[in-house]
């Protein structure tokens, strides 16, 4: 219920044991602090500015909120990590590991200025375009494979950019509201199968040999421009 600090250096430290109704504070002030024996929380986890990472990385979390200040980096790099409550991240990135975004309210969602999706899935619970849940991307996120799952409201907030990057394949089972700013500069977004729409009133860039594909509608109400190169781009919805 105190402060737990990883003070120094570029390497990694480890926490085996459960993680268990703590309401204090987690510093990484350099390197990686892994979280690797699981977890039932009912508190809220506060994570402060550091210029490290703290990882989920091992074994089932069941957390209730997260709130990570300005400066912060959260991964979740292996196992699961689940959260019944609102998570506040600032930089979100999931290289391997899952994590479920649970929260389901009419007044008030998770968000976080950075979802850096590289492989893992994320989950979304909500009630789709009409209602509570999903998650708001609030600042620059890019996104280079893993898979985005649920029936919650993934929303690209208004002045927030996101970018497909790299040679892979997003796969998107859930929904999607562009406010701001997408770009496909590298590989595909997959929606698979019907019912997993995407709306855009923002902007939705294409580069060279790039294609959003797969079931459900792609509903434009803002611009959609094939930015460069002498390539195809396409939209396959």
């Known amino acids: 219920n ?20 703590s309401s204090g504070h987690w510093k990484v002030g350099a390197g990686t602090l892994n979280l690797e024996g699981g977890g039932n929380d009912l508190n809220v986890m506060t994570v402060d500015a550091g210029a490290g990472t703290l990882a989920f990385n091992k074994g089932t979390f069941d957390m209730k909120s997260l709130v990570a200040a300005t400066g912060s980096t959260v991964a979740f790099t292996g196992g699961t990590a689940n959260f019944s409550g609102a998570y506040t991240g600032a930089t979100t990135n999931v290289d391997g590991g899952t994590v479920n975004f649970n929260y389901v309210s009419t007044t008030n969602r998770s968000s976080t200025s950075a979802l850096n999706l590289s492989s893992g899935t994320v989950g979304v619970a909500g009630t789709g375009f009409v209602g509570g849940g999903g998650i708001a991307l609030t600042g620059t996120s890019v996104w280079k494979g893993g898979s985005v799952v649920g029936t919650g409201l993934v929303t690209v907030n208004s002045g927030a950019v996101l970018e497909k990057s790299g040679l892979g394949t997003v796969t ?7 406010l701001g700013a997408v770009k496909i500069t590298g590989g595909q977004i997959d929606t698979t199968v019907a019912g997993h729409h995407v709306q855009s009133s923002g902007t939705w860039d294409f580069a060279d040999n790039t294609a959003i594909v797969g079931g459900g509608d792609f509903l434009n109400n803002g611009t959609v421009t094939k930015i460069s190169g002498a390539g195809t781009a396409s939209i396959g919805k």
């Open 2 to 21: 105190g402060t737990v600090t990883k003070i120094s250096g570029a390497g990694t430290a480890s926490i085996g044991k459960r993680i268990v109704n």
């Open 172 to 178: 998107f089972l859930s929904l999607m509201d562009n």
